[in-house]
Each structure stands twice: as C-alpha cells, then as structure tokens.
T-cell receptor
Framework: AQSVTQLGSHVSVSEGALVLLRCNYS??????LFWYVQYPNQGLQLLLK??????LVKGINGFEAEFKKSETSFHLTKPSAHMSDAAEYFC????????????FGKGTKLSVIP | GAGVSQSPSNKVTEKGKDVELRCDPI?????LYWYRQSLGQGLEFLIYFQGNSAPDKSGLPSDRFSAERTGGSVSTLTIQRTQQEDSAVYLC???????????????FGPGTRLTVL
C-alpha cells in the first residue's frame, strides 16, 4: 500500500528565506510523485510532478523538488519565500505506476512572515 | 477557459437528510474524480469516472455514498442519511484521460464545504 508522510503540519518562514517542505513516501513500485498547492477557498493546483527521468523537477512559481529514491523522499523547496506562497501544500503519490488514483499526504500549511 | 466548477460552495444540512453535490468538469475532459478533504486530513479518493467505463467506486466509505455522471459530463455525488462525520470539503477534479499509464494533470474545482449538524 502506498502512503505519504508530510513532516510538519504547519511551517513558518520569513519572507525571502528558504522554503523546505518535507515529504516521504512508501511505495512497493517506482512511484510517480506530485506536489499540489491549495490557496484559501480554492481547489488544488499542480505545482510539479516526477514520473521518470531527471530527479530534480522544476515547477511553477519557482518551486522545485528532488526525488531521492534512497531516502524515499520528495521534498519541495524554493530559494526565497514570497508572501504569495502562503498556502497549503500537499504531496501525493500514485497508487501504482501510471495509476490515476492518488494518495495524498495530510498537507503542510505554509505561513510567510513579512 | 472555464475550470472545474462545483455547486453549492457551501451546504449545511441536518443529520439524516440527503444531499447532492454537483461537479461540472472542464469541457472535453473524459476523466472525473471525487475526493473528500476532512479537517486536518489529506485528500481521500472517493470515486473515478472514465468515459463510458464502469466507475471505480473503491474509495466510497459506505453505501450511503453514490455518484453518477450523466452524458459523460456533469457528475453528482449523493450522500444519503448524512452523518456528522460526513462533514468535510468535497473536491471534484477532471483530466483529459486517466487510464493506467497516462498521468494527465487533474484540475480541481474549489470544492463544496458540507456541514452536517
């Protein structure tokens, strides 16, 4: 069975500081991994995804994530936080390779302090 | 273009009543998904429709939950005899395709916040 663990339900960073949101997964098959962002009262928006190939994935809004198989991690980073980055972030893994069914983590709420 | 829309945005109901939640997917998207987002929890997969194929209902939590998709477009999620634990945000998503081996991006609607008193 797939599972996703997001360390820290709430993370606060200062504007301009590094953003690091942690995601670890368990999977019996090579995973497809995703990060979604949810702004207040809005649906989820795909930030980036890893399927195959390069392990460093770049997404929208300056975010990137690195797939580390040995650590079963897919942490999300951004070099410099902006006030507009304040939102909730969800890591997800596909149920099986290529499957439409996603298993989501519980989410990490990011606050950006001016 | 128009994104995924859901209605109502908020629904308050009394325990025991039935509710219907509606999802209008992006035009041309053949795959449609329903998820439930409970407070402090991640998204929980409920049901998936792909074209004319039989839906994957493996995520529905009980037989009080059902969903249909008419004409391959609009979908309705019905919860019968609502319970307080059904209170959550119900999210709908659609994608161009969802068959195994194809991971088309799922586009999410804003959700319906259901409160069962």
């Amino acid at each position: 069975a797939q599972s996703v663990t997001q360390l820290g339900s709430h993370v606060s960073v200062s504007e301009g500081a590094l953003v690091l949101l942690r995601c670890n997964y368990s999977s019996s098959v090579p995973p497809y991994l995703f990060w979604y962002v949810q702004y207040p009262n809005q649906g989820l928006q795909l930030l980036l995804k890893y399927t195959t190939g390069a392990t460093l994935v770049k997404g929208i809004n300056g975010f990137e994530a690195e797939f580390k198989k040995s650590e079963t991690s897919f942490h999300l980073t951004k070099p410099s936080a902006h006030m507009s980055d304040a939102a909730e972030y969800f890591c997800a893994v596909s149920k099986e390779a290529g499957s439409y069914q996603l298993t989501f983590g519980k989410g990490t709420k990011l606050s950006v302090i001016p | 273009g128009a994104g995924v829309s859901q209605s109502p945005s908020n629904k308050v109901t009394e325990k025991g009543k039935d509710v219907e939640l509606r999802c209008d997917p992006i035009s041309g998207h053949t795959a449609l998904y329903w998820y439930r987002q409970s407070l402090g929890q991640g998204l929980e997969f409920l049901i998936y429709f792909q074209g004319n194929s039989a839906p994957d209902k493996s995520g529905l939590p009980s037989d009080r939950f059902s969903a249909e998709r008419t004409g391959g477009s609009v979908s309705t999620l019905t919860i019968q005899r609502t319970q307080q634990e059904d209170s959550a945000v119900y999210l709908c998503a659609s994608s161009l395709a969802g068959t195994s081996g194809s991971l088309d991006e799922q586009f999410f609607g804003p959700g319906t916040r259901l409160t069962v008193l």
